[in-house]
């Protein structure tokens, strides 16, 4: 039984922000023509939050344009259209972690890519 | 018994709107600066929904500044921070809603400001 | 150009409800052992709001199934997964609407089924 | 320059979790007779998602009584309300976390409350 260290606390904030930016984005309305800004957006409110030291959003632009209404010309951010590449500095230790979708699982997997110490 | 209207369409479509963007949005973190990214994306993503004309969304920036929590410096987007002024355009009919945080009802509050006939 | 009627509030009231329901939920970790506590838990948080006179949600439970993930047993739940009837009581005027999976526009729309005055 | 540990993971994931349904839920309609069911919904979509063992949700019925609406009797989900335990655990870890209101601070922290290895 043991208590949190420098990092873990690291890799736990870094799993905070990215089921956060998930379900928070996830099932916004958006088109080819707004993949950059919503990008952008997703990108500034994660840095607002603690411990972030950087932070990449990709959307997929070949699933939205596929996914696209053929009427009304749209769709909804699905998690599997998302990639997110996270950079947590807590103290002295960076989490590098990422969002990707993982296409044999089908699944918008979230995983740890390495820690680093930076002493 | 009756069916709808080109005028009871419009204004379904704007409150479809209002409540949408709403329970999207209200929650993600903001600061001040980053009230004017986050007004712009919200506008984005009505404007690809069917029937939107215009939209415009302003986000109360004293609001904002008072709530940012002191360590931490953010918050998050709630409800009351919300002005929204929205047209629907439905074939011949503009309806002209309104999302404005009601001080008195401590209620953020849509309405239907009027209802235009454009043939 | 003309104010807002009793029949264009209670209509205006059906479309903030089914928006605001769709966006709030649509994300949500789902299952075929959850659907039933899910669609309960919405319909409770349909009927606080203003005007609903009654509501019954409906999910797709062969498309859950069919969307369950292979290793983790469970889906997220989507907007085509839904089925609305809302009723909306304004003073004296009841809108019947409805949100539904369209299969052919490959879009889950949302109607007006007919508006009764009950005076 | 390290890779992720079997207890990296069980905090990364717990964070996932807490971060997720923050963000999937806060916005919610609720009043004090429908916490009880929103609580035990929470905990369902929780207990779905990978590496979950348990999890418990208290919504505080003070804020949401303080809070409901004079004149429309509810109001919503916000992230202070809500009191969180879980525990994740991968393979042989077991992390326990939790989402606690932080009344000094005023922000809903979350925190590893400890780490255990169950060989």
Do not use: W
Not at 57 to 84: A, P, Q, W
Not at 85 to 107: F, G, M, P, R, W
Request: proline fraction near 3%; charge should be negative; include cysteine.
């Amino acid at each position: 039984m043991e208590e949190a260290t420098e990092r873990d606390i690291a890799v736990f904030e870094a799993g905070i922000k990215l089921g956060g930016l998930y379900h928070q984005f996830v099932g916004a309305p958006i088109s080819v023509d707004t993949i950059d800004g919503l990008s952008r957006i997703i990108e500034q409110c994660v840095m607002l939050q603690p411990y972030v030291r950087s932070v990449g959003v990709t959307i997929d632009s070949e699933m939205v344009e596929k996914k696209h209404n053929r009427k009304f010309d749209y769709c909804e951010l699905e998690g599997r259209m998302l990639h997110v590449s996270l950079q947590i500095l807590y103290k002295n230790t960076i989490a590098h972690c990422e969002l990707v979708y993982d296409e044999e699982l089908d699944y918008p997997l979230m995983s740890i890519k390495k820690i680093e110490s930076i002493k």
